[in-house]
C-alpha cells in the first residue's frame, strides 16, 4: 500500500508523476471515492504526465461510459472509464467492457463496482478520500510497487 498526499489543486501534476513511477506492468486501474472526490480530475492530471497532449480534451466520460486517448510520447492507448451510469454487468457486457479489460491498453477505471466480478486479479486498486482540510489522500493498493 502506498499513500500520496495532494493538499490543492497545484499539486496534482507532482502527484500524477508520483504514481506513475509506481505504475509497473498492470494495465488495469480502479478509481473509487465519494462523488466529488477528484476521481476525474486526477485522472485527467494522469493523463497528462502519460503524454495525452494538452490540446486533447480529457474529461469524464459519464455519459460516453468510456473516452480514449493516445499518448503522445508513447502512442499508447489510455481507456478512462466512467461506470457511474451503467446499472448492472449486463450493461457493461454490452459496451465491450470484457475487450477493454483484455486489450492490453491501460484501462483507469471510475466507479468500478459495477464490474467488480469481472476485474483481472492483478487489478490496481486506487482510493481517494477527501481529508477534512479538503486535501486529498490518494491509497494505492496493488501493483508492484504499491
Known amino acids: 500500500m502506498k ?3 495532494i493538499r490543492t489543486p497545484a499539486d496534482l501534476p507532482a502527484a500524477a508523476e508520483e504514481f506513475l513511477a509506481l505504475m509497473g506492468d498492470e494495465t488495469v486501474y480502479t478509481f473509487e471515492g465519494e462523488m466529488g472526490a477528484g476521481k476525474t480530475t486526477f ?23 468510456v473516452n480514449e486517448y493516445r ?4 502512442a499508447e492507448l489510455i481507456y478512462h472509464f ?6 448492472n454487468l449486463e450493461q457493461a457486457f454490452d459496451i465491450g467492457i470484457e475487450d477493454y479489460l483484455d486489450s492490453g491498453a491501460l484501462c483507469l477505471i471510475e466507479w468500478p463496482d459495477r464490474i467488480d466480478d469481472i476485474l483481472p486479479d492483478d487489478t490496481v486498486r486506487v482510493n481517494i478520500e ?11 493498493n496493488g501493483g508492484d510497487n504499491a
Do not use: M, Q
Open 43 to 65: 485522472i485527467n492530471a494522469l493523463a497528462r504526465a502519460l503524454g495525452v497532449s494538452e490540446e486533447e480534451a480529457t474529461s469524464s466520460p459519464t455519459f460516453a461510459i
Open 3 to 5: 499513500e500520496i498526499i
Open 82 to 87: 466512467d461506470l457511474y451510469r451503467i446499472e
Open 130 to 140: 477527501v481529508l477534512p482540510d479538503g486535501s486529498r489522500k490518494l491509497t494505492v
Open 71 to 74: 499518448s503522445d510520447t508513447t
